[in-house]
């Protein structure tokens, strides 16, 4: 199978707090992964941004999406829960995003089938041992050389 | 009869009746055996039990009957509705001297003409005599004898009989009050405690959010403008980080105190060496590191919670590796029993001991011995055993030579 060269990675990021943004930006480029990030945030909106994309645009779906646990109104729990039950939408990774290491939190997220489990801030070499777990085919070239 | 023989029967009765109060958990059941018991030997036609309460919708203070023992053939009061509910200043002649704490004695004929007579004529009593039940410095209720039958005028062995039992009345209802207040504020501790958990938890789970900021942003600064500022600079960027790190520690530690106690695993049953060959192996790194040894004498079975025990052991272990002295190699030796009740745990180790004037301040939470130059750590690891051991139903004790070693030693209660 020939991958389809892709100049960017379309990463979708769910995050309310401002400074884990930039954060999280600084990382991605800090390992040169070349990426185009959407960010939205709140779960409510993530939820939308996911079902008009489904519908009209379905090229534009993200390849990755980095879900925040603690959002506003809808938590991250219940956005990947969404996720995991559109036939769809589950089909993109999703890494989990947590500030603490709640026992709960960790548990939710395997039930959930999120692909990995994250500890903010964003840590390359933890997001690129998630990356290297999602068995998809354009991860091969992520990165910029 | 003679009265020497009364007073012995009121005497064997009484002792009968102090019993009674003993006995029952509640005082309410107690007392309606006990009015039986008394209407019987002192052939009145009714006892009865009122007490005194707060309208809360008024605020006014009201007295109702609650209890009632009426000798065959006379006319139970009890579901009277005229008397519930009266406020205390209803019936001054009878009410005044109660809230003064004397008793009331009455033959209904000789009352002057008011409410009291009213009241009291109602239910056809002829005599009465009604004794105050004192407690607090207030009125609390009080206890009736209706004659129903004759004029009587009691005799002071009666009297005294009738006294007794009240004073013994009063004495159970403040027990029970004593022990009703003890419950309230031993929930009330329960609530307290749970509440300082809950927030320590969210102290320090709600403290991670800013203090990643801090750090993260620090070390961006770091990595991007390292270059442009002087050593100086750099100096105080690094005293930031070092410091947010701390932190981190401490809030992950408080976060780990304040879980204890919350999972929900179920018991097993299991081998002690199990648990301590499982410890050794991931603490493997740290052993070899520090050429230490760890003799592990015997083992027994044990059926307990698998990870407090387990978490108690690593922190006895870290604790022992981390208080070692650097010239010589550390040598850690645990010993286990099973005793009739509980299983007994010792943990020696040669390391630098502890000063017998401290034993009490090591498993305080946050409390150090040491700069961080000597040791690290941010003291919390002995608080956290001691409090999964004391969740365990446990003790832990701690005795040390300083400069030779330490032993700690815990018990762990059987389950049944």
């Known amino acids: 199978m020939v991958p389809i060269k892709k100049k960017s990675i379309k990463i979708l990021l769910i995050e309310d707090n401002e400074g884990d943004i930039i954060l999280t930006r600084e990382t991605l480029k800090e390992g040169k992964i070349s990426n185009e990030l959407i960010c939205i945030k709140d779960g409510e909106s993530a939820i939308d941004f996911l079902v008009k994309i489904k519908s009209f645009a379905i090229s534009e779906i993200p390849d990755l999406v980095l879900l925040d646990i603690n959002l506003p109104r809808i938590n991250g729990h219940e956005v990947m829960d969404f996720i995991n039950k559109d036939e769809i939408l589950r089909e993109i990774p999703v890494f989990m995003l947590s500030s603490s290491d709640a026992q709960k939190d960790v548990e939710v997220s395997i039930k959930n089938n999120a692909h990995h489990y994250l500890f903010k801030p964003l840590d390359l070499d933890a997001f690129m041992l998630g990356i290297g777990k999602i068995n998809s085919f354009w991860l091969n070239i992520i990165k910029i050389n | 009869m003679s009265h020497d023989i009364v007073s012995d029967k009121l005497l064997k009765l009484n002792f009968q009746i102090i019993s009674v109060f003993l006995n029952y958990k509640n005082w309410h059941e107690g007392l309606e055996n006990v009015f039986s018991l008394v209407g019987n030997e002192v052939n009145v036609d009714r006892i009865y039990y009122w007490d005194i309460h707060i309208d809360f919708l008024t605020g006014q203070e009201l007295t109702s009957q609650r209890f009632e023992w009426v000798k065959n053939g006379i006319k139970p009061m009890i579901d009277n509705p005229e008397l519930q509910n009266l406020p205390i200043d209803v019936a001054a002649d009878f009410m005044t001297p109660l809230l003064q704490n004397n008793p009331f004695e009455s033959i ?296 030779k070693g330490t032993t700690f030693s815990f018990i762990i209660p059987k389950l049944q």
């Not at chain 2, 004794?131 to 410095?137: N, T």
């Not at chain 2, 002087?230 to 701390?246: F, M, N, P, S």
């Not at chain 2, 520090?290 to 027994?300: E, G, H, P, Y």
């Not at chain 2, 034993?359 to 130059?373: A, G, Y």
């Open chain 2, 108 to 403: 209904i004929r000789e009352l002057s003409p008011g409410q009291t007579k009213e009241i009291l004529q109602a239910q056809d009593i002829l005599s009465i005599l009604v004794l105050p039940i004192y407690i607090d410095k207030k009125l609390y209720g009080f206890i009736g004898f209706d004659d129903c039958t004759k004029e009587r005028k009691w005799s002071s062995t009666e009297l005294d009989f009738l006294q007794s039992i009240t004073s013994n009345l009063s004495s159970a209802i403040q027990r029970h009050l004593a022990i009703d207040r003890l419950e309230v504020k031993t929930n009330e501790l329960k609530i307290i405690n749970s509440e300082l958990e809950q927030f320590a938890y969210i102290a320090s789970h709600d403290l991670q959010e800013p203090l990643r900021m801090v750090s993260g942003f620090l070390n961006l600064f770091e990595k991007k403008y390292s270059n442009i500022v002087d050593e100086q600079g750099k100096l105080y960027i690094d005293y930031a980080v070092d410091g947010t790190i701390r932190m981190k520690k401490i809030i992950k530690d408080l976060l780990d105190y304040s879980r204890i106690g919350k999972t929900k695993e179920s018991v097993e049953e299991f081998d002690f060496s199990e648990i301590i060959d499982n410890v050794i192996s991931l603490y493997s790194d740290k052993i070899k590191n520090k050429s230490a040894q760890v003799k592990v004498s015997n083992s027994i079975k044990i059926k307990t919670w698998r990870s407090p025990l387990t978490q108690i052991i690593i922190n006895l272990l870290d604790n022992s590796l981390k208080y070692s002295k650097a010239e010589v190699a550390p040598v850690v030796e645990v010993f286990v029993m099973e005793q009739q009740h509980h299983y007994y745990f010792q943990f020696n180790d040669n390391g630098i001991g502890i000063d017998e004037r401290y034993f009490s301040k090591i498993f305080v939470i946050f409390q150090r011995l040491h700069t961080k130059e000597e040791y690290e750590g941010s003291g919390v690891g002995l608080s956290i055993t001691k409090k999964i051991i004391d969740n365990l139903g446990g003790k832990i004790s701690v005795n040390s030579d300083l400069g």
